[in-house]
């Protein structure tokens, strides 16, 4: 009964908001991921920062616009 009701009060699907709390959260995650990868390809922390900070603020972005043309497409999977 509980998603019945959610689904009523959003049959569009996520909010931007939404979309962009989860964009963000992964994209900590995956910088994080690459971070450590970096550095320990180069042994270098200033580096594997600077990698990774250059990973986070394009991706980000990426991602945002990736999870709002899968819910324009509509119904693919639903």
């Not at 019945?4 to 995956?30: Q, T």
């Not at 994080?32 to 200033?46: M, N, P, S, W």
Request: charged share 20%.
């Amino acid at each position: 009964m509980g998603d019945a009701v959610k689904n009523e009060a959003a049959p569009e699907g996520d909010s931007h908001l939404r979309s962009v709390a989860k964009a963000f959260s992964w994209r900590v995650i995956a910088t994080l991921t690459t971070g450590v990868i970096a550095y320990l390809v180069t042994g270098r922390l200033d580096t594997a920062a600077l990698i990774g900070g250059i990973e986070f603020v394009f991706k980000i972005g990426i991602f945002y616009v990736h999870e709002r043309i899968w819910m324009w497409q509509g119904s693919l999977g639903r």
